[in-house]
């Protein structure tokens, strides 16, 4: 490991759309020593959670504005109407960008079926969602 990079929020986001919004201050930016790095991600998005209408919470991540995996797609699915929070959603993903520029890392959120969607919604406690960036030499 070269460096780690580590950016935390417990800025609530809420979407109501099924179009895509950048979680609030959920982005990290790491800049590789070499192009054959790799950029291993660890993210834990907190406090999410759906309302009314069998809605779910959509969660991506994007590299440099585009898109570059799912984080979870269909979060809260239930099947049923009412609220259901779910906690926290982790992902792992290990990125190759070829690059020695800086590369930025975003979470987006939208709401399956147009109703609430949340992140760090404070249910129970203060959530804090957390983005870290590892350079693993080659």
Request: aromatic residues 8%; proline residues 3%; glycine residues 8%.
């Amino acid at each position: 490991v070269l460096q780690i990079v580590s950016v935390s929020t417990t800025t609530q986001s809420v979407s109501s759309s099924i179009t895509y919004a950048d979680v609030t201050s959920l982005v990290a930016a790491i800049t590789p020593s070499a192009t054959s790095s790799k950029i291993y991600i660890n993210v834990a998005v907190s406090g999410v959670g759906k309302e009314v209408n069998n809605a779910f919470v959509m969660l991506k991540m994007l590299r440099n504005g585009s898109f570059l995996f799912h984080i979870d797609n269909l979060a809260g699915l239930n099947g049923a109407s009412g609220t259901n929070y779910i906690g926290t959603v982790t992902s792992n993903f290990l990125d190759s960008p070829s690059s020695t520029s800086s590369v930025s890392y975003k979470v987006q959120l939208a709401s399956g079926n147009n109703s609430y969607a949340y992140v760090n919604r404070p249910n129970a406690g203060s959530p804090t969602s957390t983005i870290t960036l590892m350079e693993i030499g080659a």
